[in-house]
């Protein structure tokens, strides 16, 4: 019998199999597609589920949502040059593929395979299709199928030019902006009809990161991106190369680089606008691809304390009042005397020589203008634009204008921002930006801003050279007039605060006043390599920053002229503060979908990626933690903070009065009243143009910084670090640390330190000849003191023998009076008759001399020395205790020559 082969038969029916399943599911996919397009609507919206924000509390924050950023526009009012540079960044084949482009998706998928990035693999078309039809977070390739399926639908049901305009309506181009009409107006401040090649360009590379590529963040970077699309746009042959350079020297020209990135939900009531502002940012990089963060429905619990974030705002407030008004009255009397001394000689001198250049009147007459405009005419064309509907008067004239008026007031306006960080978590529980928030004004200076932190950058380096063991807290170092050579053998003479200097000091001391000599010889002492090492670590700056933040070993690091950002030096105190661990600033803890589900959790993220590492990374040793809050602890008690700690300062500042007496005293649930802990740092740096106060106690550090937005410009003599941003600083921490229980830094010495008592003024173990001048000092084990300080015990000895001399010489009739500081003088009394009448009155005739000045000046002498010997003895009865320095002064200024 013939044997029947099997096989055909059971290839004919996994065919068969096969086009039934495929025809149902392409009969599935053909119904769904057919429902959705009878539903869809591309010009209508929905409302939106909005993101809320919770504090550390759970109290709402606000709620973030955008549907006021939604515009559209029709393809036919759009400039040529918008859709060029969306092709050329984008699709440049775009009109001539059908949905998709293999050559692309095939560079795409080696991409993944290879883990290179050979460039995108999505048209025009798929990107529109999947933003409408797909989740775009969702990493898979049923997605990419989804949107590859869509965008054929697509191609078939929409001419081209229709999917243009559905693109260009419904794309996100970041600040919560969707839509090119609504991005215009949010980033350059017209509508897109008015688009320029330079502003296009910037728009389309907002497509692929607006985080990445925002100009207000990331000018670089977004400058460079844009520069390339042009060039990329004249190849192309969309434009000329002239057309190109002058659309793009015109965009920065007029580019304001103090703006942020303002929000979509800039009308929204808030709570807390600037830590709101900072968490929408940390968002739309979370969360870009889903494009839902304003309509979601997301809840985002965040590390703000709402009753520390309002005590923040209302601090700030009052102190950048108060520091306005004393700039401007230190300003207004300068000017009074220029104007009235210096402008009417110069104009003389103008006049009668013809030295133009020297003519002042010009830039008078100018400032006036400026005035007068600012007030009477740029309202009046604001209104009248409004009630004309006329958009080139907005934008050309009172646009302008404001520019123009808004940079005068950056040099003129006193700024300031703060944020606070608890020192365990890494909760950032308050930040303020600025003076006020708004559409003018969204620039955090707290995270963004880039500024000399003068002094309080001396800390970072003093912790390096402790663990060279070259230096204690009690080497003493000269404070002297110096002169360092750079490498290239070129002098350095650094100067101290006033030019004052204290001669021999103590390093603690030298930190404790910023003193800058003593400070570079220990910056010598710790190299320039650890140094900077020590400093970036504990600020979280990575290598490839150091030379554009000025990190670079030249003797100016040592006095902080370079550039840091406050978020980033509240991070290296609160490590310091955190016994040397590592402290991460953290404003989102954990985000939830509508449905209440966590769907992302960056706090136990970075807790995971700590626990990997065996905890959190130990940036200095505990040991050099403890020694540094030891001698910044005494910034606060006997330095430059110490004013700010104490509540007569804020009465003596903003006239406020929140209290008697100590800042940091408390009272406990027994009653027990109690000292917090607390450390910290001033600085105030070149020219007084900045004014810094950091410090901490073991729950919380914070930041507070006055200053100016546009360098350049002097606060002047009577804003300092101590006298202004000490004061705001000892308020909100005062507020930060009350209803907490004690707490010390370390609950006990940490091993391999030891605690010494010392003589505070030559460094030797302390004896009783020292006096009043002690200090307790820790040291690393092996470089405490070990010999007893002799130099008191040598004073005292010479003291004792000057006075047993002088008394010798008073019991036999003669006396020795040591006036160093009396003019010299020729005595001729012994020409005298002994009766002391003056018998040879020929002598004293010829010299007009007389012995009664004389006299009187013997008498005054010995008032002198009575005083002095009872204000010695009553010193020499006190009883011993730590070393009483000279009144605090302010940080130094890094005034220093080069």
Aim: one cysteine or more; charged letters at 25%.
């Amino acid at each position: 019998m013939k044997k029947i082969k099997k096989w055909p038969y059971i290839l004919l029916s996994l065919l068969l199999f096969a086009s039934v399943l495929a025809g149902a599911g392409l009969g599935k996919a053909l119904a769904v597609t057919r429902n959705t397009i009878n539903t869809e609507n591309f010009t209508e919206f929905t409302t939106a589920l909005p993101t809320k924000l919770l504090d550390i509390n759970g109290e709402l924050i606000t709620e973030f949502a955008s549907d006021e950023k939604r515009e559209i526009i029709s393809l036919n009012k759009l400039p040529p040059q918008m859709i060029n540079a969306l092709i050329t960044r984008e699709d440049r084949i775009f009109y001539e593929h059908h949905g998709y482009s293999a050559k692309a998706l095939s560079r795409a998928v080696i991409g993944v395979l290879t883990h290179s990035k050979l460039g995108g693999g999505s048209t025009l078309t798929q990107q529109i299709a999947g933003t409408l039809y797909c989740d775009r977070k969702e990493m898979s390739i049923t997605r990419k199928l989804k949107e590859l399926w869509w965008s054929i639908q697509m191609e078939r049901r929409y001419s081209k030019d229709e999917i243009l305009e559905i693109y260009l309506n419904k794309i996100y181009f970041g600040g919560g902006t969707y839509g090119v009409n609504a991005a215009c107006k949010y980033y350059f401040g017209h509508n897109a009809m008015q688009i320029t090649p330079a502003e296009a360009s910037m728009l389309v590379i907002q497509l692929s990161n607006p985080m990445y590529y925002n100009p207000f963040e990331n000018t670089t970077r977004a400058q460079e991106m844009q520069g390339y699309i042009l060039n990329e746009m004249v190849q192309e042959g969309y434009l000329s190369q002239e057309e190109a350079d002058e659309s793009f020297d015109s965009f920065w020209a007029n580019f304001d680089y103090n703006r942020s990135n303002s929000s979509a939900y800039a009308m929204r009531r808030d709570e807390a606008p600037w830590f709101s502002e900072y968490v929408r940012r940390e968002l739309s990089d979370m969360l870009y691809g889903t494009e839902d963060l304003y309509t979601g429905g997301y809840t985002v619990n965040t590390t703000v304390n709402l009753h520390y974030q309002r005590a923040a705002d209302d601090i700030m407030s009052d102190y950048i009042v108060y520091a306005n008004k004393a700039y401007k009255r230190t300003l207004n009397e300068n000017r009074l005397d220029y104007f009235r001394r210096y402008i009417p000689v110069t104009e003389l001198i103008t006049l009668a020589f013809n030295l133009t250049n020297l003519q002042v009147s010009e830039k008078r007459a100018k400032q006036l203008a400026l005035s007068a405009y600012a007030k009477e005419a740029n309202p009046v064309m604001d209104i009248m634009s409004l009630l004309t509907g006329l958009d080139t008067l907005k934008t050309q004239m009172v646009m302008r204008g404001n520019d123009i008026t808004k940079r005068a007031s950056e040099k003129d306006t006193v700024e300031g921002t703060m944020i606070s960080v608890e020192n365990e978590t890494g909760y950032i529980n308050a930040i303020v930006g600025g003076s006020r928030y708004d559409e003018s004004n969204q620039f955090i200076r707290a995270t963004q801003a880039k500024i000399q932190p003068g002094s309080s950058f001396k800390p970072l380096y003093y912790s390096a050279a402790i663990d060279t063991k070259s230096i204690t807290m009690t080497t003493v170092l000269s404070d002297t007039p110096a002169v360092f050579i750079t490498a290239n053998g070129e002098p350095y003479l650094p100067k101290n605060y006033g030019g004052h200097y204290r001669g021999n000091i103590e390093v603690w001391q030298a930190l404790c006043l910023s003193l800058n000599i003593p400070a570079l010889k220990v910056l010598e002492t710790a190299g320039f390599d650890a140094a900077i090492v020590r400093s970036t670590d504990l600020l979280g700056i990575p290598e490839n920053e150091w030379e554009a933040r000025s990190i670079i070993p030249l003797y100016a690091l040592g006095l902080g002229v370079c550039s840091v950002r406050p978020i980033e030096m509240a991070k290296a105190y609160a490590t310091i503060a955190n016994n040397g661990r590592e402290v991460t600033p953290i404003a989102i803890r954990y985000i939830e979908d509508k449905n209440g589900n966590i769907m992302l959790n960056p706090e136990r993220e970075l807790k995971d990626k700590e626990a990997s590492n065996g905890g959190p990374k130990q940036i200095i040793s505990p040991q050099n933690a403890f020694i540094m809050q030891e001698m910044l602890k005494m910034t606060v008690s006997r330095g430059t903070l110490s004013g700010g700690a104490n509540y007569s300062s804020t009465m003596k500042t903003i006239q406020k009065d929140k209290g008697k007496g100590y800042k940091f005293r408390f009272t406990d649930e027994t009653g027990k009243t109690f000292n917090m802990p607390v450390a910290g740092k001033t600085g105030t740096t070149q020219n007084w143009a900045d004014a810094w106060a950091i410090g901490f106690t073991p729950y919380v550090t914070s930041v507070f910084w006055f200053g100016f937005d546009r360098p350049g410009q002097s606060l002047g003599l009577s804003i300092t670090g101590s006298s202004l941003a000490a004061p705001a600083w000892g308020d909100f921490m005062h507020i930060a640390n009350e209803n907490r229980p004690y707490k010390p830094f370390f609950n006990k010495i940490p091993r391999g330190i030891v605690k010494k008592s010392a003589c505070s003024k030559y460094g030797g173990v302390y004896t009783k000849e020292c006096g009043k001048d002690l200090i307790v000092g820790y040291y690393y084990a092996g470089t405490e003191p070990t010999e007893a300080c002799t130099k008191h015990a040598n004073d005292n000895s010479l003291e004792i023998g000057a006075d047993n001399l002088e008394k010798a010489a008073e019991r036999s009739g003669w006396a020795y009076y040591d006036d160093a500081d009396a003019p010299l003088e020729l005595n001729l009394d012994f020409l005298e008759d002994d009766d002391g009448k003056g018998s040879s009155n020929w002598f004293s005739d010829l010299f007009g001399g007389s012995s009664s000045s004389k006299e009187k000046d013997k008498d005054k002498n010995d008032e002198d020395s009575t005083e002095s010997d009872t204000s010695e003895e009553s010193s020499e009865n006190a009883p011993p205790k730590p070393v009483e320095i000279y009144p605090p002064q302010d940080d130094d200024t890094n005034w220093f020559l080069q």
